[in-house]
C-alpha cells in the first residue's frame, strides 16, 4: 500500500542565533521546538510515517530529550544531515520506500505548523506535481544593483513568500534532487528543484503563525502565538 511520508530537516546550527544549543533543542513552553513540529505531523491524518534528519552529532540528544519522551507512533527512522539543507533533504528522501506516495518536507524550526495545514497541502498534492504551503507578500519588494540603487519595483499581487510542508509525489522530488546533484545546482527550496525540471508546482495559502525560527525576536514572537493558542 503507498504511503504519504513527511521528511522533517532539523539539522540546522543556528548561527543567525548566537546559541550554544541548536534553535530545535531550545525550550519553549516547557518543551522543545522540535517536539511541536513533530507533534503536528503526528497528529495529521494524512501523513503514515516521518523521517527526521538531524545533525550527526546531535542524534543522540535528540533521542534522549524528544523521542524517547514523547514516544511517537508515527517516527520510522532518524538520519544524519548533510552539509547543506539540501543535502539534508536528499538524506531523508533515499531512506524512503520505493512505493512511497507522497512526500512532505518540512523544516524542523516551523514549529507551529497546524495538522489543518499539513492535510490541506497533502490533499492538494494528490493531483498535482506539487505544492507548496506559502502567504501574499503584504511589503513591496525591491531590487537593487550593486549599489543599491532600484533596478525594479515587483507588482506584490502576484508575490507569495514560502513557507513549509512542501509536498511533491515521490518520484517527482527524488528525480528533481538528483537531476540537481548531478547538476551541482543549490536551489533555495526544494519547489525551486521541481520547478527547473518544468513542472508546475501550485500554492496552497499558509499562515502568518507558520514562522521560521531563525532569530530571537522570532522566538518572543512564536511564545505571543503558543499562548495565544493556549486561550482559544
Given at each position: 500500500?503507498?504511503?504519504?511520508?513527511?521528511?522533517?530537516?532539523?539539522?540546522?546550527?543556528?548561527?543567525?542565533?548566537?546559541?550554544?544549543?541548536?534553535?530545535?533543542?531550545?525550550?519553549?513552553?516547557?518543551k522543545p521546538i522540535l517536539a511541536y513540529t513533530i507533534d503536528a505531523f503526528e497528529?495529521?491524518?494524512?501523513?503514515?510515517?516521518?523521517?527526521?534528519?538531524?545533525?550527526?552529532?546531535?542524534?543522540?540528544?535528540?533521542?534522549?530529550?524528544?523521542?524517547?519522551?514523547?514516544?511517537?507512533?508515527?517516527?520510522?527512522?532518524?538520519?544524519?544531515?548533510?552539509?547543506?539543507?539540501?543535502?539534508?533533504?536528499?538524506?531523508?528522501?533515499?531512506?524512503?520506500?520505493?512505493?512511497?506516495?507522497?512526500?512532505?518536507?518540512?523544516?524542523?524550526?516551523?514549529?507551529?505548523?497546524?495538522?489543518?495545514?499539513?492535510?490541506?497541502?497533502?490533499?492538494?498534492?494528490?493531483?498535482?506535481?506539487?505544492?507548496?504551503?506559502?502567504?501574499?507578500?503584504?511589503?513591496?519588494?525591491?531590487?537593487?544593483?550593486?549599489?543599491?540603487?532600484?533596478?525594479?519595483?515587483?507588482?506584490?499581487?502576484?508575490?507569495?513568500?514560502?513557507?513549509?510542508?512542501?509536498?511533491?509525489?515521490?518520484?517527482?522530488?527524488?528525480?528533481?534532487?538528483?537531476?540537481?546533484?548531478?547538476?551541482?545546482?543549490?536551489?533555495?527550496?526544494?519547489?525551486?528543484?521541481?520547478?527547473?525540471?518544468?513542472?508546475?508546482?501550485?500554492?496552497?495559502?499558509?499562515?502568518?503563525?507558520?514562522?521560521?525560527?531563525?532569530?530571537?525576536?522570532?522566538?518572543?514572537?512564536?511564545?505571543?502565538?503558543?499562548?495565544?493558542?493556549?486561550?482559544?
Amino acid at each position: 500500500m503507498k504511503r504519504n511520508y513527511c521528511i522533517i530537516v532539523a539539522a540546522g546550527k543556528s548561527r543567525r542565533m548566537n546559541s550554544t544549543v541548536s534553535k530545535q533543542f531550545i525550550f519553549i513552553g516547557g518543551k522543545p521546538i522540535l517536539a511541536y513540529t513533530i507533534d503536528a505531523f503526528e497528529k495529521s491524518s494524512l501523513i503514515d510515517k516521518i523521517v527526521l534528519v538531524i545533525n550527526e552529532a546531535e542524534i543522540e540528544k535528540c533521542k534522549k530529550i524528544i523521542v524517547n519522551k514523547y514516544n511517537y507512533k508515527k517516527l520510522m527512522k532518524i538520519v544524519p544531515g548533510g552539509k547543506e539543507r539540501q543535502n539534508s533533504v536528499f538524506n531523508g528522501l533515499k531512506v524512503l520506500p520505493s512505493e512511497t506516495n507522497l512526500v512532505a518536507i518540512h523544516d524542523g524550526a516551523r514549529f507551529l505548523i497546524t495538522p489543518d495545514i499539513i492535510d490541506r497541502a497533502v490533499r492538494d498534492a494528490y493531483d498535482s506535481n506539487g505544492v507548496i504551503v506559502a502567504m501574499p507578500i503584504q511589503d513591496t519588494i525591491k531590487e537593487t544593483n550593486s549599489n543599491k540603487i532600484i533596478s525594479k519595483t515587483f507588482n506584490r499581487d502576484r508575490l507569495w513568500a514560502a513557507q513549509t510542508p512542501q509536498v511533491f509525489p515521490y518520484s517527482i522530488i527524488m528525480k528533481a534532487h538528483e537531476k540537481a546533484r548531478e547538476d551541482n545546482f543549490f536551489g533555495t527550496d526544494d519547489a525551486s528543484l521541481v520547478e527547473r525540471l518544468g513542472y508546475e508546482v501550485d500554492i496552497v495559502r499558509g499562515s502568518v503563525e507558520n514562522i521560521k525560527i531563525t532569530t530571537n525576536f522570532d522566538l518572543i514572537l512564536a511564545e505571543i502565538i503558543l499562548n495565544k493558542r493556549k486561550i482559544k
